[in-house]
């Protein structure tokens, strides 16, 4: 194998893509099979290693809804959203969407604290982020989120600043999105 013979994953052309000229060991390369469809089934065959259980066909994009959460005045400040997946699963999107309803509804903040794949946690560190940096028209968001296997739970722990009066409430509604086959 040569140096012309190697090419970059997600290349969009057939010319020479290269890490190095001459180097033959260049990470991410593979041996070249002309055209774009090879170069995409290249990459499906990566994705697919990446995902315990997967069967042998094409990942698709699927959702993965999780149910509404409700802050009322007698909810506390602490929720959590629970999804569990049924086929193999890799999440690579969350998003968030918040609406308040009521008067002491409108300063208060929402954050997420935890968002876990079974037991493993894939936040880098402790804290709260602010919710609306998942919001649906929020970019360059994508997430490296842990693979899931069928049956597992996956959970975005959701706070508040403060409680709600009365009959105020805040809506919380989440999906995942992320690579699956079915």
Do not use: C, H
């Amino acid at each position: 194998m040569n140096a012309r013979d190697l090419l970059v994953l997600g290349a969009d052309d057939d010319e020479l893509n290269l890490l190095g000229q001459d180097d033959e060991d260049a990470l991410g390369a593979v041996p070249a099979r002309r055209g774009l469809k090879s170069k995409k089934r290249a990459l499906v065959n990566a994705i697919k290693s990446e995902i315990p259980g997967a069967p042998n066909q094409e990942p698709k994009m699927w959702p993965l809804p999780f149910p509404l959460v409700t802050f009322t005045a007698v909810s506390g400040t602490a929720l959590d959203a629970t999804a569990r997946t049924q086929r193999p699963y890799k999440g690579s999107r969350i998003t968030t969407v918040v609406g308040r309803v009521g008067a002491s509804a409108a300063g208060i903040l929402v954050g997420i604290n935890t968002l876990l794949v079974g037991q493993v946690n894939q936040l880098a560190g402790r804290g709260t982020l602010p919710g609306e940096m998942f919001s649906p028209t929020s970019f360059d968001n994508s997430l490296a989120i842990t693979n899931a296997e069928p049956g597992i739970d996956i959970i975005v722990g959701y706070t508040v600043t403060a409680g709600l009066a009365g009959a105020d409430r805040i809506d919380v509604a989440t999906a995942l999105v992320g690579l699956s086959y079915g």
